[in-house]
């Protein structure tokens, strides 16, 4: 089982100030190796059907609609599903979740628990993002959080990669980019996107609610 995590918006909690409303953390698991690396495979030919450079990354708040469009096609024909977690960050208080760091934490232990049944001997590749210190205590907390007391091993590695060369994470910040758009419900094709991967949402919480 693979599982891919990024992230839409910031961790800012001056709303006004320029700090985004929401904060999204979307997980995309695929509980076939092979699936994955089709998956993979076909967003590299993507790459080479729209004439990209190979290294070219797919972000969702950069990328064009045609771009979009044609990326969302071509990934959701694979068997993958996701979770996100939504921050509505005007509902948010507490000195600690003014920590990056420990505002991160607690949006990935929120998703993760939303996911925790279906998680079984997972690979968890997460946007490399932070100090080299702050990877492993998220590595720790995830593993700590996850497989518990229980002889079921949810998470069996915690991996950081940067995005521009995993080809998967860039699906993550795609579906975290589409949720969150969605939720705001503000920009062209808010909810077009959304409807498109329908079939591939477990559950999108958003929080408090």
Known sequence: MLVFIDESGDSGLKLGEGSSEYFVISLVVFEDHEEALACDQRIDLLRRELGLRPAEEFHFKRNSDNLKDAFIRAVVPYNFFYYAIVLNKKYL???????????????????????KEKLDGATVVIDESGSLDFRKQLDSYLRRKMNDTSSRKRIKKVKMERSVSNNLLQLADYIAGIVNRAVQGKKKNALKYR??????????????N
């Open 93 to 115: 208080y507490g000195e600690g979740l003014k920590n990056k760091q420990s505002f991160y934490k607690y949006a990935c232990g929120l998703v993760f628990e939303n996911a």
């Open 195 to 208: 409807q498109m991967i329908a079939h591939r949402e477990i559950r999108v919480q958003i929080w408090p």
